[in-house]
């Protein structure tokens, strides 16, 4: 495995401490007045989700993840999980709900997805920073109803719920933002 120096930690950068998989949120360089520097991270776990904070000294090696990245075509839900296709050797696999997390929410099927993978574990996602979802549910806009900036609840194919303009309608394509959740505009 390849090592990195603390003095080259970078947000997204995914470690192994301690037989776990560590994604850098953040981190900072702290050079006292007295004694030696170290680096201050906060770190979060992959496979759990818990964020902890940990401090390294300064130069200190750490081991690097070798965080592969696979385009594949996600099939359908077997109710499991999620079957997604490798592009290239075709081979299937099923991932875990609690494993794509709040990706679930943006794919559907057909669609494309880069999955990380560390050796055969998928340990995440990496999505676009929009998608283009249809509207299943949502409320008719009514006439002369229209109060600048006013939502309503809609909700869409892949059962997210997101707050959208009056004016929208049950049927239609829209953006959403896959880091906030919220609606961009009409597709």
């Known amino acids: 495995m390849a090592t990195v120096s603390t003095n080259d930690l970078k947000n997204g950068m995914t470690l192994v401490l301690d037989n776990n998989l560590m994604h850098v949120v953040e981190f900072q360089h702290v050079k006292p007045g007295k004694g030696h520097a ?5 770190l979060k776990n992959v496979r759990s989700g ?24 996600y099939l359908y839900d077997d109710g499991d999980g999620y079957v997604f296709m490798d592009n290239e050797s075709y081979d299937q696999m099923s991932v875990q709900r609690a494993t794509l997390g709040d990706a679930a929410n943006y794919i559907i099927e057909g669609s494309a997805a880069v999955l990380l993978m560390y050796g055969t574990e998928v340990v995440g996602t990496d999505l676009p920073a929009s998608v283009e979802l249809t509207i299943a549910e949502t409320e008719p806009g009514i006439q002369g ?27 239609q394509l ?6 906030t959740g919220s609606y961009i505009s009409r597709a």
């Open 38 to 42: 170290f680096v201050r991270s906060k």
């Open 50 to 73: 818990a964020v902890v904070e940990k401090t390294f000294r300064a130069g200190e090696s750490v081991e690097r993840a070798n965080i592969d990245k696979r385009e594949m075509q």
């Open 145 to 171: 109803d229209r109060v600048s900036g006013a939502t309503k609840p809609a909700t869409l194919e892949t059962g997210l719920v997101v707050q959208v303009p009056l004016f929208v309608e049950q049927g």
């Open 174 to 179: 829209i953006k959403v933002d896959t880091r």
